[in-house]
């Protein structure tokens, strides 16, 4: 297997002398510049090209997800080349929750500090009001065999990740790949890469309150039993109910395989050729961006990578992680995989182990410094 080419640049900026302060090339933001520039990850968008930037907003009450400033860094190179970029993410799992749906999505997003004018593009939701809009995508996974890719990502001509690389409690982190197995699929999707089978009803506890009614989308519950060839899987029913629905959840390893499985599918959908990821190693928070806090970073910050292997940057991500000294007061442990070391049911491996199986990428990289 050959080594894919990563690319690193570090977001230190180590000036020790009073007359030597301003060094505007040390900021973060020019070093991502010139990081997009050395990797050449924008170098295949043509003119006119529709460009979705994938990123994640965060949800009420998180505080360190990526910096807005990085997105529009970004965005206006993007438009240098002569693209035309949108800033996308997708509606969450749920139809309780204020991620569940575009236009809270977007309200929060404004909340955390992403609009149109601060990240200079415009922000679409790509799949929809309500997270039902995919395009359906028949993969080989090694879980799913079909997938419902979110609608503008589907129809977009290039794809960039930009992601907040950091731990997640049920797939041990999230860089690039969940960033596109997870960020990229519409709601029925997200509930086959998190649950087995359509929500049923247990008899015996239901009290005929009629809640999962009121909410299903598709009036899919009758007699209080659900129909299960009706119904789209969007988790609103058992967000409702007290006690009577029950869902069938995949382990750690198995949603690592179906998140990966629907990274094949994106990826496929729009075609390998027109990717590129870029992960940030900074507020390398154990928790994800949809939970409605943030911890203390668990390492040090590290910098930013770039590459067009979904596979090599999220294994150089890990490698990086595991490699760095803990940071005190934090959930970090020492351990060969940190993430496991805090969330001891999951482990780094599945999600890459995974794309290795599926040929997503490559698990031998080779760093390329850039200063
Ligand atoms: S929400 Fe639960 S308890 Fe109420 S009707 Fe539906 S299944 Fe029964
Ligand atoms: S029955 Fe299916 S479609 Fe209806 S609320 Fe429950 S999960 Fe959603």
């Known amino acids: 297997m050959t080594a894919s080419q990563v690319y690193f640049t570090d977001v230190r900026a180590p000036v020790d002398q009073p007359e030597r302060w301003y060094q505007p090339k040390l900021s973060a933001v020019n070093k991502l510049g010139r990081l997009v520039l050395k990797s050449g990850i924008l170098d295949n968008i043509s003119k006119g090209d529709q460009v979705a930037i994938k990123t994640h907003f965060g949800v009420h009450g998180t505080t360190k997800p990526l910096r807005p400033v990085f997105i529009r860094k970004v965005v206006q190179m993007v438009k240098d080349k002569g693209g035309k970029p949108f800033v996308t993410e997708t509606t969450g799992l749920g139809m309780t929750k204020e991620r569940s749906f575009a236009v809270s999505k977007i309200e929060t997003a404004e909340e955390n500090g992403y609009t149109s004018q601060t990240l200079s593009a415009p922000i679409i939701i790509a799949d929809g009001l309500q997270g039902f809009d995919g395009v359906e995508v028949q993969v080989e996974g090694l879980q799913l065999k079909k997938v419902y890719v979110a609608r503008h990502i589907a129809e977009a001509d290039k794809v960039i990740s930009l992601a907040h690389f950091k731990g997640h409690i049920d797939s041990g982190f ?7 197995g997870v960020g990229c699929i519409a709601k029925p999707s997200k509930y086959d890469v998190h649950i087995r089978e359509p929500p049923t009803v247990n008899p015996e506890r239901c009290t005929k309150c009629g809640a999962c009614i009121d909410i299903c989308p598709v009036d899919a519950i009758k007699d209080w039993k659900i129909d299960p060839t009706k119904c789209v899987r969007c988790q609103g029913c058992a967000e409702v109910c007290k006690d009577a629905i ?45 939970c409605p806090y943030s911890d203390n970073p668990i390492v040090p910050d590290l910098g930013i990578l770039a590459s067009d ?34 969330f001891e049911w999951t482990h780094s491996k599945y999600q890459l182990e995974a794309a290795e199986k599926l040929g997503l990428g490559s698990m031998k990289y080779e760093v390329i410094k850039v200063e």
């Not at 999230?174 to 596109?180: D, N």
């Open 174 to 180: 999230g860089g690039a790949l969940k960033s596109i």
């Open 246 to 290: 029950s869902l069938n959840w995949v382990s750690s390893q198995e949603l690592c395989e179906r998140l990966t499985d629907c990274a094949k599918a994106v990826i496929d959908c729009v075609g390998r050729e027109n990717f590129r990821y870029v992960n940030f190693l900074l507020d390398i928070t154990p928790h994800c961006d949809c």
């Open 309 to 342: 292997d979904i596979l090599a940057i999220d294994k150089a991500s890990v490698d990086m992680v595991n490699q760095a000294p803990t940071l005190p007061n934090s959930m970090a442990k020492c351990d060969e995989d940190k993430f496991h070391a805090i």
